[in-house]
T-cell receptor, first 110, second 115 residues
Framework: DAKTTQPPSMDCAEGRAANLPCNHSTISGNEYVYWYRQIHSQGPQYIIHGLKNNETNEMASLIITEDRKSSTLILPHATLRDTAVYYCIVNIISARQLTFGSGTQLTVLP | GAVVSQHPSRVICKSGTSVKIECRSLDFQATTMFWYRQFPKQSLMLMATSNEGSKATYEQGVEKDKFLINHASLTLSTLTVTSAHPEDSSFYIC???????????FGQGTRLTVV
């Protein structure tokens, strides 16, 4: 059963911000929102996670709506190397296995 | 972030033979590691949970006698695909976490092709 809904694909111009949406309307109070990405033929790479506050690190920002039913991953200045499948996952932090949905294929265009 | 290393990155084997894939946590100890499988144009599917010093826990539909998992130390888990068939050709990926409430780190994956 899919816990998250993401658009299958998005394009973004190089140097512009990439905003990747994710719906998680059935999220529970103890579930975090995680974002990973997978560049072609590589293992997934952790990007960021959050519970209810907005989060920022060196890779991206995570904006979570007040009702926590959706979130947006922001790559502030997309580069060609950011082309990848981006996965939004909700998970109880103590549960260590991850359930991957179909993700969003982000293509950064020159 | 923490480093998880998989070996080999690519392997081609003949039908009926066995292949071993290693997953190592290089700079931390992992009591639990996870094995995923990914077919072309599909998402990752969890195969099994590898627990150090005990038997692995397999997901429904994954044959434990075909996919042997050994987690003999806190830094090494192995997945052996026994009697491989062409339909076992896939991208196998492991992950590990340093502590319970931290993010998972993934290996670079192993591309298995059975001919």
């Amino acid at each position: 059963d899919a816990k998250t809904t993401q658009p299958p694909s998005m394009d973004c111009a190089e140097g512009r911000a990439a905003n990747l949406p994710c719906n998680h309307s059935t999220i529970s109070g103890n579930e975090y929102v995680y974002w990973y990405r997978q560049i072609h033929s590589q293992g997934p790479q952790y990007i960021i996670h959050g519970l209810k506050n907005n989060e920022t690190n060196e890779m991206a920002s995570l904006i979570i709506t007040e009702d926590r039913k959706s979130s947006t991953l922001i790559l502030p200045h997309a580069t060609l190397r950011d082309t990848a499948v981006y996965y939004c996952i909700v998970n109880i932090i103590s549960a260590r296995q991850l359930t991957f949905g179909s993700g969003t294929q982000l293509t950064v265009l020159p | 972030g923490a480093v998880v290393s998989q070996h080999p990155s690519r392997v081609i084997c003949k039908s009926g033979t066995s292949v071993k894939i290693e997953c190592r946590s290089l700079d931390f100890q992992a009591t639990t590691m996870f094995w995923y499988r990914q077919f072309p144009k599909q998402s990752l599917m969890l195969m099994a949970t590898s627990n150090e010093g005990s038997k692995a826990t397999y997901e429904q539909g994954v044959e434990k006698d075909k996919f042997l998992i050994n987690h003999a130390s806190l830094t090494l888990s192995t997945l052996t695909v026994t009697s491989a068939h062409p339909e076992d050709s896939s991208f196998y990926i492991c992950s590990a976490q340093q502590e319970m409430n931290t993010e998972a780190f993934f290996g670079q994956g192993t591309r298995l092709t059975v001919v």
